[in-house]
């Protein structure tokens, strides 16, 4: 099993910046796979960023790209998502999850391919 805890979700103005944490722990060592993802109220979760636990490979959706950016801390098995030109659209409750496999896109853009989630931390973007 593989607990994730995110943290750092907020009220931001558009062009903000938050970052977001996500601590992993439990059998981290079978990881392949961290990404971030994202609700909004009425809306399917949808694919934000996704990372193989290497930092070999890394998929971004388009909607953030050159926005967002992804990193992990390796001693202290956290991902991070920093947010910056933040936008209302933005605004969502934000999850981390893993897996413990890998693969390339679309499949690893998929939130059935992840087998652990957070609890998810909310983000608001005001206009």
């Known amino acids: 099993q593989v607990q994730l805890v995110e943290s750092g979700g907020g009220l931001v103005q558009a062009g903000g910046s938050l970052r977001l944490s996500c601590a992993a722990s439990?059998?981290?060592?079978?990881?392949?796979?961290v990404g971030w993802f994202r609700q909004a109220p009425g809306k399917e979760r949808e694919f934000v960023v996704v990372?193989?636990?290497?930092?070999?490979?890394?998929y971004y959706a388009d909607s953030v790209k050159g926005r967002f950016t992804i990193s992990r801390d390796y001693d202290e098995n956290t991902v991070y998502l920093q947010m910056n030109s933040l936008k209302p659209e933005d605004t969502a409750l934000y999850y981390c999850?893993?897996?413990?496999?890998?693969?390339?896109?679309?499949?690893?853009?998929?939130?059935?391919?992840?087998?652990?989630w957070g609890q998810g931390t909310q983000v608001t973007v005001s206009s």
């Open positions: 439990g059998r981290t060592f079978s990881t392949s796979g």
């Open positions: 999850a893993a897996t413990s496999r890998w693969n390339t896109s679309p499949v690893v853009t998929k939130s059935s391919w992840y087998t652990y």
């Open positions: 990372m193989s636990w290497n930092g070999d490979n890394t």
